[in-house]
Nanobody, 121 residues
Framework: QLRVVESGGGLVQAGGSLRLSCLVS????????VGWWRQVPGKVREEVAC???????RYADSVKGRFTLIRDKTEDTVYLQMDNLEPGDTAVYSC???????????????WGQGTQVTVAS
């Protein structure tokens, strides 16, 4: 059974940086697309960034130029490097995995519990 576990959230000042980690275990990591999503209470869950099994990347317009996805196949981990953070980035960030492609809110093989990111102004 696929397992997805996030780590690395916390409190940071505006303009600061955080790196989130998404560990995918229980299957062959390189066959999966991995995506990061975020949600604020009362709002729709939003895709932040995603990488497919063959390396195609995409980012939400709101994070382009500030967030970077890094896939480490030796660690079965996808990192979300978040720089120049803004208060509007405050949310619960979750990681999801799907065989081959970017996961969607309804198509996924594993979804993590989430980690809180809070950006103070």
């Amino acid at each position: 059974q696929l397992r997805v576990v996030e780590s690395g959230g916390g409190l940071v000042q505006a303009g600061g940086s955080l790196r989130l980690s998404c560990l995918v275990s229980g299957s062959i990591f390189e066959y999966y697309g991995v995506g990061w999503w975020r949600q604020v209470p009362g709002k729709v869950r939003e895709e932040v960034a995603c990488i497919t099994w063959d390396g195609d990347l995409r980012y939400a317009d709101s994070v382009k130029g500030r967030f970077t996805l890094i896939r480490d196949k030796t660690e079965d981990t996808v990192y979300l490097q978040m720089d120049n953070l803004e208060p509007g980035d405050t949310a619960v960030y979750s990681c999801a995995a799907r065989s081959g492609y970017c996961p969607t809110s309804t198509l996924y093989d594993g979804w993590g519990q989430g980690t809180q990111v809070t950006v103070a102004s």
